[in-house]
């Protein structure tokens, strides 16, 4: 089923439960976040829950895994970076 998803405010359609982290690196949409401490630019590196390097915002939840997200209808998703 075709679903309609929000990444950094631009729309994107993509399949139900398709994992989130997949969909964003097949869009080329990385890096994810930065690190808080040096700002190092940072992106999904295990895809199974363990590094923690690809952390976005959920429907306004922060650090959540993409890695371990499906995404859903109307699910709206922001990169943690900074305007630089
Ligand atoms: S890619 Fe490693 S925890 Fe998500």
């Known amino acids: ?3 309609n998803i929000i990444i ?4 994107y359609t993509a399949e139900a439960g398709e994992n989130l982290a997949a969909f964003m ?3 080329e949409l990385t ?3 930065e690190h808080p401490v040096d700002q190092t630019k940072r992106a999904p590196h295990c895809m199974m829950g363990i590094c923690f390097e690809c952390l976005v915002e959920v429907d306004g ?3 959540v895994q993409a890695c371990l997200t499906s995404l859903k209808e109307g699910m ?3 990169r943690n970076l900074s305007n630089d």
């Open 8 to 11: 950094d405010d631009k729309s």
């Open 1 to 3: 089923m075709t679903i």
């Open 31 to 33: 890096p994810f976040r």
């Open 61 to 63: 939840v922060p650090s």
């Open 76 to 78: 709206s998703i922001k």
């Open 25 to 27: 690196l097949r869009h």
